[in-house]
């Protein structure tokens, strides 16, 4: 499924809403996500899962092409840890 | 640090896109339960300029009780993964390269 389906989707299910209102909502929810984790924030979505950043110490890193060694500073990266409905949800069922 | 919700997510859509607020409630319930039927019926959900949340099988392996050390095997299992796309890891390196940890 990709970002235009889901907002199909959306809209199927909300046929009283104006034709772009589906597609205002994703940007408006997925900016959202994105900005509060670029300004450090978490996400937690009961049910779905959360969301939160994970530290990159620096380290020295090669260049593949050239082979110098050049420093790679610390950083860090969005990490998803899923929520337990959608863990249950997910995997296959309990035999 | 601050934490974004649902109620927050909620507010957003009623007061940017205009939604009423229990039409905004059940918009963020949809949005996040779209994706989990995808992932429960085994589809990647692909969403540019996030990311992409996908599925990984991992086979049986073998186990141990930290408590007892005795040894269970870990049961074969689907469980889901996310990658961040590009946009999104650059805009959160942009804001915290180099610097201390929160």
């Known amino acids: 499924m990709t970002r235009s389906d889901l907002i199909a989707k959306l809209a199927e299910r909300y046929t009283q809403l104006q034709g772009k209102d589906a597609e205002l909502a994703?940007?408006?929810i997925l900016d959202s996500m994105s900005s509060i984790l670029s300004r450090g924030g978490r996400i937690?979505?009961?049910g779905f899962g959360?969301?939160?950043?994970?530290?990159?110490?620096?380290?020295?890193?090669?260049?593949?092409?050239?082979?110098?060694?050049?420093?790679?500073?610390?950083?860090?990266?969005?990490?998803?840890?899923?929520?337990?409905?959608?863990?249950?949800?997910?995997?296959?069922?309990?035999? | 640090?601050?934490?974004?919700?649902?109620?927050?997510?909620?507010?957003?859509?009623?007061?940017?896109?205009?939604?009423n607020k229990r039409e905004a409630k059940d918009m963020v319930e949809a949005f996040f339960e779209e994706i989990r039927m995808?992932?429960?019926?085994?589809?990647?959900?692909?969403?540019?300029g996030f990311g992409n949340f996908q599925l990984r099988d991992k086979p049986q392996r073998p186990g141990r009780n930290p408590k007892t050390g005795e040894e269970i095997?870990?049961?074969?299992r689907r469980v889901v993964t996310f990658h961040?796309?590009?946009?999104l890891k650059s805009m959160v390196e942009k804001t915290y390269h180099g610097t201390a940890r929160t």
Do not use: C
Request: no cysteine.
């Open chain 1, 44 to 46: 937690e979505i009961r």
């Open chain 2, 38 to 48: 995808q992932l429960e019926a085994g589809e990647t959900v692909k969403l540019s």
């Open chain 1, 50 to 95: 959360s969301f939160a950043l994970n530290y990159r110490p620096p380290r020295l890193g090669r260049n593949p092409k050239s082979g110098d060694k050049v420093q790679v500073p610390a950083k860090y990266v969005p990490h998803f840890k899923a929520g337990k409905e959608l863990r249950e949800r997910v995997d296959f069922p309990a035999s």
């Open chain 2, 84 to 87: 961040p796309s590009q946009k």
């Open chain 2, 73 to 76: 095997p870990i049961t074969a």
């Open chain 2, 1 to 19: 640090m601050t934490t974004l919700t649902k109620a927050e997510l909620a507010d957003l859509l009623f007061e940017k896109v205009g939604l």
């Open chain 1, 26 to 28: 994703v940007k408006v």
